[in-house]
């Protein structure tokens, strides 16, 4: 499985973002899919999960800013951030679990895309 993450870019505070995580490859559409981000120094940092149902979970430092969704049918999800924070500054990675159940553990994903640079200012 191959995932590729685009959409991140420069913005102001309390701008918006999508991102997006396109997967291919021989891909299993029961799997989980989550959003992770890291800053340099620091452990990767689960921000959201959702699986082919549709049922999600967000890390509590997140908020209500970010929104997971996903299109089973093109194999992409995303991850909308408005009212974007200086501290949201980081490269976020898409993950995949081969598993129904969702899980914030970065242990438990199989597979990662290589990151998408999300770099907000004040």
């Not at 159940?101 to 200012?121: A, C, E, F």
């Amino acid at each position: 499985v191959q995932l590729v993450e685009s959409g991140g870019d420069v913005v102001q505070a309390g701008g918006s973002l999508r991102l997006s995580c396109e997967a291919s490859g021989p891909t299993d559409s029961n799997y989980v899919m989550g959003w992770f981000r890291q800053t340099p120094g620091k452990e990767r940092e689960f921000v959201a999960a959702i699986s082919r149902s549709g049922d999600h979970t967000y890390a509590d430092s997140v908020e209500s800013r970010f929104t997971v969704t996903r299109d089973n049918r093109k194999n992409v999800m995303y991850l909308q951030i408005i009212n974007l924070k200086p501290e949201d500054t980081a490269i976020y990675y898409c993950a995949a679990r081969e598993s129904r159940r969702l899980t914030t553990n970065p242990k438990s994903y199989d597979y990662w895309g290589q990151g998408t640079q999300v770099t907000v200012s004040s």
